[in-house]
């Protein structure tokens, strides 16, 4: 069974970093499309960055190019999202997403599993 924990999430000013992790069990990454969402309250849920090891390609939303990554960890079966040079508008609740076979990938969103959410905030 296949289940995503994130974590990393929380309170930053503007222009500081975060790291947010997606602790992944019952799955390879190589087998799937993983990704990073998030969403404000009344608002569509977007996606932030997702990748496809399969296939060698990665997605980053427009509004994020540059400033954050997408990772793994294969020792720990971790996906990672390191953010850097944050905004008040990146305020929101971010969510790990997986899917198999991987067909799909960010900015669509019908990803199977999904994990329970961070909060990131960041103050101006």
């Known amino acids: 069974q296949v289940q995503l924990v994130e974590s990393g999430g929380g309170v930053v000013q503007a222009g500081g970093s975060l790291r947010l992790s997606c602790q992944a069990s019952?799955?390879?990454?190589?087998?799937?499309?993983v990704g990073w969402f998030r969403q404000v309250p009344g608002k569509k849920r977007e996606g932030v960055s997702c990748?496809?090891?399969?296939?060698?390609?990665?997605y980053y939303g427009d509004f994020v190019k540059g400033r954050f990554t997408i990772f793994k960890d294969t020792t720990n079966n971790t996906l990672y999202l390191q953010m850097n040079n944050l905004k008040p508008e990146d305020t929101a609740m971010y969510y790990c997403?997986?899917?198999?076979?991987?067909?799909?990938?960010?900015?669509?969103?019908?990803?199977?599993?999904w994990g329970q959410g961070t909060q990131v905030t960041v103050s101006s």
């Open positions: 019952g799955l390879s990454f190589d087998d799937y499309s």
């Open positions: 997403a997986a899917d198999s076979p991987p067909r799909t990938i960010c900015p669509r969103d019908d990803y199977g599993y």
């Open positions: 990748i496809r090891w399969k296939f060698g390609n990665t």
